[in-house]
């Protein structure tokens, strides 16, 4: 009996052992986690740790670069206030976009949510996360000497509710090679006819005429979204959303938009296999001088200044916005733009004031506003216009030139319209009409059928 | 001794350990998968029980049977294309003996080696229509049409080669493996028999590999349905939605579209085939085996 008890302790100490060393082992992963988390916590730690915060703000980003770009200008901001602030200490962990959205989903179900985060403006997107109650209302009075242009803070509004604030302004344009447009002679379209004259010279001279990332899909969904405003005029951001809810395609500015698509990758407008074409490679088409034009967002304005872009073709960039399409009532001031990508400070935080602050200060016009338009980075979502130092590219200044004679904005484009199920939907449905799999019904039946349950 | 193991108390302390990590990591996440297979959960909020609403769209979305599809596409290519040259190769390789054997064995081996994002990235470089290594080469010989080795229709072609060219040294080294095991006496007997090469291949090498081909036939199947990487990091499973792999197809219904319940629907029909495909393999071997 004895001998059996001992057995028996002896059993139950080995699996206490075992039990242990697994135990052991989930706090050496979980270790690991944090080391990894921790590397990406750029910045003055050494400051922060001597600093021995009081509050501790936690930032959720989706700018993982934190030594260029946006990435600088956020952490400079941070890095400034904890100077200003000593007893805050910031830690910021990023991840890019599609990581950074998956893990937001994940914090979003635990109870443990970061205290500032990233969010986009657009209903496929914030929804849900306002339905859920996961971010906190902000007081939209506080922010009005901060010098937001006019309906930059729509996106981030529900129900007359403020959630969060908008970092840029994003303009979907043509970016064009100068010196490539006189040496075959070709001029700035001024027309969608012109635009195609164009492209068969440059066919004919076998270069690309426009370089199209086909591969992230929505750069042709923004392209659709584009033609359409140019067939509908000014009054298409509110139709186009109309049609996103009630799944009603039937204005014929849909088909047009479509057939002029079709019309236009018939004529070989877009290089062989833009399909398949990823960012960064369409990018490159364009800046080694294989295309012509780049059909992307105001944030590439950098390559003007990017010193890996060969001279002649970096200091010879312009850029034109979609041209008008005959008997559309669109005209070339029509932008194709919104305010996308900002911040917002979580509903459950333990800090929320002191987030609010943080994020007040962001966006204080002399910060935010000021860096990211003087590195060149990107236009804010505020007016800049006292920040122009006179030092500007002039790729900078077509843009902001393009934002204040517009006489109409797009805002958010129809993909990003509705949920993210009719987002994956309406961008796929973009590429297979774009190579011939769908036709312009297809599209519209597909778009309608997404929304629906 | 004895008397301390066939006690049941005993015998539960020293697996408790074992089942419990199986438990937790293993059954749980599958049991979860079953239960938000049934529901339209997002990630974010209230999820409601849907019943079998999920299967009942699954069974009707054809990109999850162009997935399908596909990924027995891709069992068939290597079975029938990636091992018949994996096995001639070893045996060639069998017979070159000395040096040139190890540098050909390395040789082969090499794109396993590699990883899968750079694999993938290279390929899709070679088969860029506008710059790429395949469009210049025939540019050179004289070809002037556009050739888009990514697009409609191509892609999954392009697909099968770029797996079967990653994939191949493995099978190969497995089945040179069985080569080398094969007693040359049998190949001396045969040939003092009068036994040609073909004779040798079929009545010898072929009957003696066939445990080895067992193996790496079932690897060829499970490598083939669980496809995801480099698909994924090559066409991302387009154009459209032609090149989709199951496993791409779950990722994108799941954290793309965010429909988890439905990305998990997917993953119990994953399970499901999986195994199904495995017993009917193992059914297969077993039969002949006898």
Redesign the interface.
Request: charged share 15%; aromatic share 10%; proline share 8%.
């Given at each position: 009996m004895k001998k059996r008890q001992i057995g028996m302790l002896l059993c139950a100490a080995a699996a206490a052992i075992t039990l242990a060393g697994c135990g052991s082992g989930k706090t050496k992963t979980e270790d690991t986690k944090a080391g990894q988390e921790s590397s990406k916590e750029t910045g003055k730690e050494s400051s922060q740790a001597a600093a021995g915060g009081d509050v501790v703000i936690k930032v959720f980003s989706n700018l993982p670069d934190r030594t260029s770009g946006q990435g600088l200008i956020e952490q400079t901001l941070f890095d400034q206030y904890m100077e200003k602030n000593p007893n805050v200490k910031i830690q910021v962990e990023a991840l890019d976009d599609e990581s950074y959205k998956t893990k937001f989903k994940a914090y979003a179900s635990g109870s443990d949510m970061p205290d500032l985060v990233n969010a986009w403006g657009q209903p496929s997107f914030l929804d849900e996360v306002i339905d859920a109650g996961l971010l906190a209302e902000l007081n939209p009075a506080d922010y009005n000497d901060y010098g937001f242009i006019q309906g930059a803070l729509d996106g981030f509004s529900k129900d007359g509710k403020l959630y969060g604030l908008a970092r840029n302004t994003d303009v979907m344009a043509f970016y064009y090679n100068k010196s490539m447009f006189e040496k075959y002679g070709v001029k700035v379209p001024e027309t969608y006819d012109d635009l195609l004259a164009a492209v068969n010279t440059f066919k004919a001279a076998g270069v690309i005429p426009v370089s199209m990332d086909g591969s992230d899909k929505w750069p042709l969904s923004i392209y659709i979204n584009a033609l359409y405003q140019q067939y509908n005029g000014s009054t298409s951001s509110k139709e186009i959303r109309e049609a996103v809810k009630t799944g009603d395609y039937s204005n014929e500015a849909w088909t047009k938009s479509l057939d002029q698509l079709k019309k236009s990758i018939d004529a070989g407008i877009f290089q062989t296999g833009f399909e398949t074409t990823d960012y960064a490679t369409s990018m490159n088409l364009f800046t080694n001088g294989q295309a012509a034009m780049y059909y992307m967002g105001s944030w590439e304005m950098s390559m003007a200044t990017n010193e890996n872009i060969p001279e002649e073709i970096r200091n010879n960039i312009g850029v034109f916005n979609m041209p008008a399409v005959e008997g559309g009532k669109g005209t070339k001031t029509d932008l194709t733009a919104w305010n996308g990508g900002g911040h917002a400070v979580t509903a459950n935080s333990k800090v929320k004031a002191e987030a609010i602050k943080l994020l007040n200060y962001m966006y204080q016009p002399e910060n935010w506003s000021k860096l990211c338009w003087e590195k060149g980075v990107c236009m804010s979502a505020q007016n800049f216009s006292q920040y122009l130092t006179g030092k500007e590219t002039a790729l900078q200044l077509e843009f902001v030139d393009k934002v204040n004679n517009a006489t109409s904005i797009s805002g958010v484009t129809f993909n990003d319209l509705g949920t993210n199920q009719f987002k994956t939907v309406s961008e796929d449905a973009s590429v297979e009409f774009a190579i011939g799999q769908l036709t312009a019904k297809d599209f519209t039946d597909k778009l309608a059928g997404a929304m629906k349950k | 001794m004895h008397?301390?193991y066939s006690?049941k108390?005993?015998i539960f302390?020293?697996m408790?350990?074992g089942l419990?990590?199986f438990a937790a990591a293993i059954l749980a996440p599958i049991l979860l998968s079953v239960y938000y297979g049934f529901t339209d959960y997002?990630?974010?909020?209230k999820s409601s029980f849907i019943g079998l609403d999920n299967y009942k769209t699954l069974f009707q979305d054809s990109v999850f049977w162009t997935a399908l599809r596909n990924s027995l596409f891709l069992a068939i290519g290597f079975i029938c294309i990636q091992h018949p040259l994996a096995m001639l190769t070893a045996i060639k390789l069998d017979k070159l003996q000395g040096k040139a054997e190890g540098l050909f064995r390395c040789i082969f081996f090499i794109p396993n080696v590699i990883s899968v994002a750079v694999i993938a990235y290279l390929w899709?470089f070679i088969y860029?229509?506008?710059?790429g290594l395949v469009t210049k080469v025939l540019k050179n010989l004289g070809f002037t049409g556009?050739l888009?080795?990514?697009?409609?229709g191509n892609?999954i072609w392009s697909v099968l080669i770029v797996l079967i060219w990653h994939g191949f040294g493995w099978g190969m080294l497995i089945y040179y493996t069985g080569v080398k095991n094969i007693d040359p006496v049998m190949y001396e007997a045969a040939s003092i028999d009068g036994a040609n090469g073909r004779d040798i291949f079929f009545h010898i090498t072929l009957p003696l590999m066939k445990p080895v081909i067992q193996v790496n036939v079932t690897m060829a199947v499970i490598a083939a349905l669980k496809q995801m990487e480099t698909v994924y990091l090559l066409?991302?499973g387009?154009?459209?939605?032609e090149t989709q792999f199951m496993a791409s197809y779950l990722y994108?219904q799941a954290?793309?579209?965010?429909?988890y319940g439905y990305g998990n629907s997917i993953s119990v029909m994953f399970i499901v085939i999986c195994l199904i495909s495995t017993v009917a393999l193992n059914r297969i071997f077993a039969e002949r085996g006898e």
């Open positions: - | 008397k301390l006690n108390k005993v302390t020293l408790a350990p419990f990590v997002s990630g974010i909020g899709k860029n229509p506008n710059f556009q888009n080795l990514l697009g409609s892609a066409t991302a387009g154009p459209g939605n994108k954290f793309q579209s965010y429909k």
